[in-house]
């Protein structure tokens, strides 16, 4: 797509089991350019995102000494914003690595870049449990915003958790504009380490009780089966091999 970044940044993408690879090639079904960043993964991630580079996708290498040097969850923003600062178009969409777009959301995609407002709220859909259940609680229940700005003009730059990016945006396209986010439905047992990684590291808030002697996610220690839904339309194309194995 004329005039349009896809940024997206990753650490220890492997162990932690992020669909990393087919969140890259989502971007680059719709995008003019794909910036990847390695955070300083110490499981390989970095020789896969390696592997992307090509007319298209730019990799971008950090060490670990640069991952241990940010602190707090403002070091998600700080690697997201080093990869925007890397785009060359006028308009980027940022999608972290456990995140995939819709492929009927690229028309609409297209038409907001040409709406000319400065940035855009897009529908995100928090799976749980399975790839095909989403979340349906209300808005103080969910663990991730379903409402985030991720498709916006360039000189705007994430913030805080990097769970949006800071600008006045509209809601023109919000239902049009759909991501799926897999977080939570990776591999189990990765999962939980992913979640103590989290918390301990990067919000540093301290780790959930409920995951003490947890070895498997167990999804309903958090929610229940009357919190679910099925998923409306089919996955994305370009996810559902992956998320087929983790069914």
């Known amino acids: ?11 220890n993408a492997i162990s932690q089991d992020y669909c990393l690879t ?4 989502s971007l680059k079904e719709f995008c003019k350019e794909v910036i990847v960043l390695d955070a300083g993964s110490i499981d390989g991630t970095n020789e896969l995102i390696k592997s992307f580079q090509d007319k298209k996708t730019r990799v971008i290498l950090c060490s670990h000494e640069e991952w241990l040097a940010q602190t707090g969850k403002e070091k998600l923003s700080y690697f997201t914003n080093k990869a925007i600062d890397q785009a060359n178009t006028d308009w980027i969409y940022y999608q ?3 995140e995939i777009t819709h492929e009927k959301s690229y028309p609409y995609i ?3 870049i040409e709406y000319g407002s400065e940035g855009y709220l897009i529908t995100r859909i928090n799976l749980w449990n399975t790839p095909y259940e989403e979340l349906n609680v209300p808005l103080g229940r969910m663990p991730c915003s379903p409402e985030v700005i991720r498709l916006t003009k ?4 994430a913030y805080d958790d990097a769970e949006n990016i800071g600008c006045l945006a509209s809601g023109q396209f919000l239902k049009d504009i759909r991501m799926y986010h897999m977080g939570f439905v990776r591999d189990r047992r990765k999962h939980v380490e992913k979640i103590r990684h989290m918390q301990s590291e990067v919000f540093q808030c301290g780790v959930d009780d409920k995951l003490i002697g947890m ?3 167990d999804p309903f220690k958090w929610f229940s089966p009357l919190d679910l839904k099925p998923i409306s339309e089919p996955l994305p194309g370009i996810i559902q091999k992956w998320a087929e194995a983790r069914r």
Do not use: N, P, S
């Not at 087919?22 to 090639?25: A, K, N, P, R, T």
């Open 215 to 217: 070895e498997v996610f």
């Open 1 to 11: 797509m004329e005039g349009l970044t896809g940024v997206t940044f990753a650490y």
């Open 110 to 112: 297209r038409k907001a």
């Open 96 to 98: 972290q690595a456990d």
């Open 154 to 157: 360039r000189q705007y730059r």
């Open 22 to 25: 087919e969140c890259v090639e």
